[in-house]
């Protein structure tokens, strides 16, 4: 709440100011409860972009609603949504060479339209110019890498986030859900069930009701476009015996 406070005085302050507008608009976007919401935070991007046509934020902010397109805001068809989302993307990779942030988004914008192999060498670049960044991007090239059956770096990644205090225990949860499901893929059913148990003892964060396998899954939303992984992946879940609490 004070977040939103605060944004909204320096909005009152410097109305025009493309960056004040980005920060608006990703505090509305997670703060949404519906559809005017969610379509206000698309405003505040689409504005960001008009009033900052060289600031990179303004671009991934806008790519990354059109890339989650929430109650089809900016269009019903997911594919035109993609192709705007992607054109976003590319721009800002053009403006901006040098931020993990916005690096990081650039891949998930790729990942989540289907180019994972491109979208690696964004997620490389942001890891390479801060190695101990924000924890999602290390998490979504995770997936990015699992999602394509690069399994080796996958696990390097996975094991890591599985055993490093700075990730956020969610982002811990997923890594040990990819490290059961990959050794399941690679034919260590035993191990893979022991990381399952590891897995159903420890704790998630839900909203709604909802249950680990859901907290889980949520968290590949930069791959959805794969849906035989995620498919395969839930599937695989199941059958090693995630809770189903």
Do not use: C
């Amino acid at each position: 709440q004070r977040m939103g406070e605060t944004i909204a005085e320096l909005q009152k302050e410097e109305p025009r100011n493309p960056m004040v507008l980005v920060l608006q608009g990703w505090h509305q976007y997670f703060s949404a409860r519906g559809e005017e919401d969610a379509f206000k935070a698309y405003s505040y991007a689409l504005k960001a972009v008009e009033l900052g046509p060289d600031l990179a934020d303004a671009y991934m902010l806008t790519s990354f609603i059109e890339l989650n397109n929430p109650f089809h805001i900016v269009s019903s068809d997911q594919t035109k949504a993609n192709k705007l989302a992607e054109a976003r993307a590319r721009k800002a990779a053009k403006l901006d060479k040098t931020s993990p942030h916005n690096l990081g988004a650039i891949g998930n914008t790729l990942s989540g339209v289907g180019k994972v192999e491109e979208a690696l060498e964004f997620y490389k670049r942001a890891l390479d110019i801060t190695p101990h960044t924000e924890a999602w991007i290390k998490y979504n090239y995770m997936n990015a890498l699992v999602s394509i059956g690069k399994f080796d770096k996958a696990k390097e990644v996975a094991t890591e986030i599985s055993k490093v205090d700075q990730f956020v225990q969610d982002a811990r949860v997923r890594a040990v859900a990819v490290l059961a499901y990959i050794t399941h893929k690679e034919g260590g059913k035993k191990e893979a069930e022991e990381l399952i148990e590891k897995l159903n003892d420890m704790p998630v964060e839900t909203q709604n009701n909802q249950s680990k396998l859901e907290v889980i899954m949520w968290g590949f939303w930069n791959v959805k476009s794969n849906k035989k992984f995620t498919d395969d992946f839930e599937g695989t879940l199941i059958k090693l015996g995630i809770s189903a609490s």
